[in-house]
Structures are given as structure tokens and as C-alpha cells.
């Protein structure tokens, strides 16, 4: 599959998931997964979605702009994303990247 | 891993930005030839071809100020990605650029690190 076309799909599915239902990240993260939020380290599955789920805004809406990936070796793959999150009721929307290093799930 | 990753993210990216901006052919120091790098969209491989590209960007002089950097260790390789923002100042400007840059750092048998992957974007206001 083209590496490009599979970064925008997790990138599609992994935002539209974010702003819809949040609770459902939990399927993308292991036990071994590390998350760096604004320099605050959580790692684990379950420690990442409760930090995902307790940010203090009920609803958000996060727009790309750009996705760039590259194969990061070990079947892995860097994807980096920069846009738009606007949260309800703040009149401009705040600017974000953010990097993920995706594995390929071990059956 | 006996060396503080947080102190060798820190001590790579000052070594790469005063690197880039006093003596950028060096850089190719850091890449092997399966080394990508993706500036502003635009995809390459190789040092050689990595370094072509950054020695021909149109400004002679640059000044990288570092605001933050983030590292986590990128899997059972022993490689470590680092994720860095900040301002790109270039002579003549009035205003810096803003920037964010990734960097997957792979270990060399030597004992140090080279640059497997790098991503450069500007941020645009």
C-alpha cells in the first residue's frame, strides 16, 4: 500500500476519532505506547486516554494542514501533522504539530 | 540506557542547529545513505542528496533559537525520536520564521547517533 495514502488515513482517522469520540483512541495505543503532551509524559494505553479524555474543553475540532511521513525502519512509520484546533467557544483556533510513530499491530 | 535521553536529545539538537548554522556541509556528518529527510514537502534520500539540498537554500547566513524539545525512545531498535520547535531567524528579516522539525535517531556501532529520519515544516500563522 502507498505509505503516503496510509498516513492520511490514520491521520483521517485518528482526528475525526479525537473530536467524536475520544474514548475510542484507546484501540491505537499499547501498553508499551508513550505520549508527550505539551512536555508531560504518560505512557500506556489506558494512562494516555484518560489524559486525552480530561483535557478542559468538552469539544474540539482539529483541522490538517499538512502530513508528512517517511519509514522509520522495523516495519515502522513516522507520520508528522501540523493544523488547526478550534475548541468550542474560543474565537481562534490554536496551531498544533504533533509526531506519532506508528508500528504495525503484532496479531 | 545508562545516558539520560532527555541530555542527549538536548546535546544533538545544539550540536545540529549550531551545525546548520555555522558550518551546514558538515551535516552530512549526521545522515547514511538510507537517510531521509522531507523539507517543506519535498522528499529526499541520502546524505549526499540531504546535504545538496541544504547547502542550496536560498540564505547564506541563519540563526535556529531552540523554544522546546521533546524525546521518547522510538522502539526496541535503541533509536529515539526528537521533536523540536522554535524560530528561524534569517539576516534581512525583521520577523523569525517559526518552525517545528523531527528528527529518528538511530544508534551507529560506534556508539553514537546518526539521523535516519528528519521532517522539516514551517509554521505558518
Known amino acids: ?107 | 540506557m545508562s545516558i539520560d535521553p532527555d541530555a542527549l536529545a538536548t546535546a544533538f539538537v545544539q550540536h545540529y542547529y549550531s551545525t546548520f548554522d555555522t558550518n551546514r556541509s558538515a551535516l552530512g556528518n549526521l545522515y547514511k545513505d538510507n537517510s531521509m529527510l522531507t523539507f517543506e514537502g519535498q522528499k529526499l534520500q541520502g546524505a549526499q542528496n540531504i546535504v545538496g539540498k541544504l547547502t542550496s537554500l536560498p540564505f547564506q547566513q541563519c540563526q535556529h533559537g531552540i523554544t522546546t524539545v521533546d524525546c521518547q525512545p522510538s522502539g526496541p531498535s535503541g533509536g529515539m525520536l526528537v521533536f523540536v520547535s522554535g524560530n528561524l531567524q534569517l539576516p534581512g528579516e525583521q520577523h523569525a520564521l517559526k518552525f517545528s522539525q523531527m528528527f529518528h535517531l538511530m544508534p551507529t556501532p560506534e556508539g553514537s547517533f546518526y539521523v535516519l529520519n528528519d521532517i522539516f515544516r514551517l509554521n505558518y500563522a
Open chain 1, 1 to 107: 500500500m502507498d505509505p503516503d495514502a496510509v498516513a492520511k488515513a490514520f491521520v483521517e482517522h485518528y482526528y475525526s476519532t479525537f473530536d467524536t469520540n475520544r474514548p475510542g483512541l484507546g484501540n491505537l495505543y499499547q501498553d508499551s505506547s508513550m505520549l508527550t503532551f505539551e512536555g508531560l509524559k504518560v505512557q500506556g494505553a489506558q494512562n494516555i486516554v484518560a489524559k486525552l479524555t480530561t483535557l478542559p474543553f468538552q469539544q474540539c475540532k482539529h483541522s490538517v494542514t499538512t502530513v508528512d511521513c517517511q519509514p522509520s525502519g522495523t516495519g515502522g512509520m513516522v507520520v508528522f501533522v501540523s493544523g488547526n484546533l478550534q475548541i468550542s467557544g474560543e474565537q481562534h483556533a490554536l496551531k498544533f504539530s504533533q509526531v506519532a510513530n506508528n508500528f504495525p499491530y503484532q496479531l
